[in-house]
């Protein structure tokens, strides 16, 4: 009788450990610091209609395709990404400093590409002020 019932309880427990595995895939990203160099960095690209334009032209081609034209994380590929890129309007994003946004956007992580060596520093420094823009 015992064995019987291990036959179900088995599978039943496998399945749920799963389901809690995948939940925590799924789960929001962890947080990520950028280093003290970084984050007190001096932005050296003055803002305003230039480096937007500039840095919108880049951002609609690169970016958005994760992002979203408006930086809320909704782009078309942002549904096969495992990890939220964030949402570029809210204060959890807007709340950084320029070097940081500038220093995930140069070495990315996991799912966020590394945009070293694809993107000059002003390219960076012209995306890091358009996505400014997206605040609320
Ligand atoms: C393939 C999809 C993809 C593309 C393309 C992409 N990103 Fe990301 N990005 C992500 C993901 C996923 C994260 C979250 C990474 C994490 O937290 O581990 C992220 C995070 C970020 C962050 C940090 C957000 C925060 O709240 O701290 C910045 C800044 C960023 N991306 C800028 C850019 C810029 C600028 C471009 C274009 C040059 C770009 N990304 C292109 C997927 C992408």
């Known amino acids: 009788m015992r064995n019987f019932k291990s036959i179900f309880t088995g599978p039943i427990v496998l399945v749920l450990a799963l389901s809690l595995i995948s939940l925590n895939v ?5 947080p990520w610091d950028a280093p003290a160099n970084y984050k007190s960095m001096k932005n050296p690209v ?12 880049l951002y609609t081609k690169t970016c958005a395709p994760c992002h979203g034209k408006t930086g ?3 782009g078309v590929k942002a549904r096969a990404l495992k990890d ?10 807007q709340n ?4 940081e946004h500038f220093y995930k956007t140069k070495f990315g992580r996991g799912e966020m ?3 070293e060596g694809k993107l000059s520093d002003e390219d960076i420094w012209n995306l890091v002020n358009y996505m400014r823009t997206f605040k609320k």
Do not use: C, E, R, V
Request: proline share 8%.
């Open 26 to 30: 799924n789960a929001q990203p962890k």
């Open 46 to 57: 003055a803002k305003g209609d230039a480096s937007n334009k500039a840095g919108m032209a």
């Open 72 to 74: 809320l994380g909704d």
């Open 84 to 93: 939220f890129p964030g949402d570029f309007s809210g204060a959890a994003y």
């Open 96 to 99: 950084q400093t320029d070097g």
């Open 113 to 115: 590409p590394k945009y």
